[in-house]
């Protein structure tokens, strides 16, 4: 029976990668005027000791899962752009409780008007919350786990309204000037609220400038980078930058499996003083979509 289940699953993977390899799994149904790069993967990793001497470990387990869409329609006049990167993932170790590793919902669009050949207006929005709560960990004086909560699902949450000028030389560079107002949404974990009055804010508005630049390419078929960077200035003075540049390497081993390498740095003064900082490495299925 296991032999027979074994054969199956061999038999799929190989139609599949066969499927993939002439693109992605939707691709034949993506309209002319269209463009899309969308992917799906999830990765896990395990690792289990029981009564292992040979030498020292801890029982772990996590596990990732991402959904990164970027979908264009081309007209005469205005190409729209949607973006969508999702991402929910875990890690469990021996010993502690189970702990988010990444937890991100990111949805962008954007309207880029064809007034010049390289330099276009444009108006957008964007929204951006997590999935689930989130906490810190501290414990207590005899050594047993204290779990608060101090983040949750709109909570807090970020819509952005954006209209600026656009410089799109190539396929792979553009960068973004413009005018954005930024709502900061919070409702019970402070998020919001201003510190020097005595109200509790639910609702931040902020005015201000931003930047959005972006640089992707493709080394070969297998191989591909692709940067952001964004920074919002407050109308309030130069102290009052947030900003986020975000990179990530893709290498694929075949149509279903992939390795990416990714880091990050992020700002926000409103979270911290200082700059916070991320890096993965994960290996694991990948489903192209287009």
């Known amino acids: ?20 390899a002439e693109g992605g799994m939707f691709e034949g149904y993506l309209p002319e ?7 799906a993967a999830f990765k896990f990793t395990r690792m289990d000791f029981h009564n292992w001497k040979q030498e020292s470990g801890t029982s772990s387990s996590t596990w ?7 979908i264009k329609g081309h007209w005469s006049v205005v190409d729209w752009r949607n973006k969508v990167n999702l ?3 875990y890690t469990w170790t021996d010993g502690f409780s189970k702990r988010k590793s990444s937890d991100k919902i990111f949805i962008e669009t954007m ?37 608060d909560d101090i983040s949750c699902f709109m909570d807090p949450a970020y819509v952005t309204q954006m209209a600026g000028i656009g410089y799109f030389p190539n396929d792979n560079f553009s960068t973004r000037l413009g005018f954005a107002n930024r709502m900061t949404i919070s409702h019970g974990y402070g998020f919001a609220d201003d510190p020097d009055t005595d109200k509790f804010e639910k609702f931040k508005d902020e005015p201000g400038l931003e930047s959005i630049t972006e640089f992707k390419y493709a080394f070969s078929d ?3 980078f692709k940067s952001r960077l964004w920074a919002f200035i407050n109308f309030k003075g130069v102290d009052e930058i947030d900003g986020k540049w975000e990179n ?9 499996f992939e390795l990416q390498v990714g880091y990050d740095i992020a700002y926000d003064k409103d979270l911290d003083e200082d700059s916070q900082h991320k890096t993965t490495v994960l290996v694991g299925m990948t489903w192209r979509w287009f």
């Not at 054969?7 to 190989?14: M, S, V």
């Not at 005027?33 to 992917?39: F, M, P």
Request: glycine share 6%; with cysteine; aromatic share 16%.
């Open 64 to 70: 990732l899962f991402t959904y990164d869409a970027d």
């Open 1 to 20: 029976m296991k032999k027979s289940l074994f054969a199956i699953g061999c038999a799929a993977l190989i139609s599949a990668s066969a499927a993939f």
């Open 33 to 39: 005027n269209w463009t899309a790069d969308v992917v």
């Open 87 to 89: 991402a929910l993932g």
């Open 111 to 147: 309207l880029d008007f064809h007034a010049f050949e390289l330099f276009k207006p444009y108006i957008g929005a964007r929204f951006e919350t997590q999935f689930a709560k989130g906490y810190a960990y501290s414990e207590d004086a005899d050594g047993n786990e204290i779990k």
């Open 248 to 256: 990530l390497l893709a290498i694929t081993f075949s149509p279903l």
């Open 222 to 224: 297998l191989v591909s």
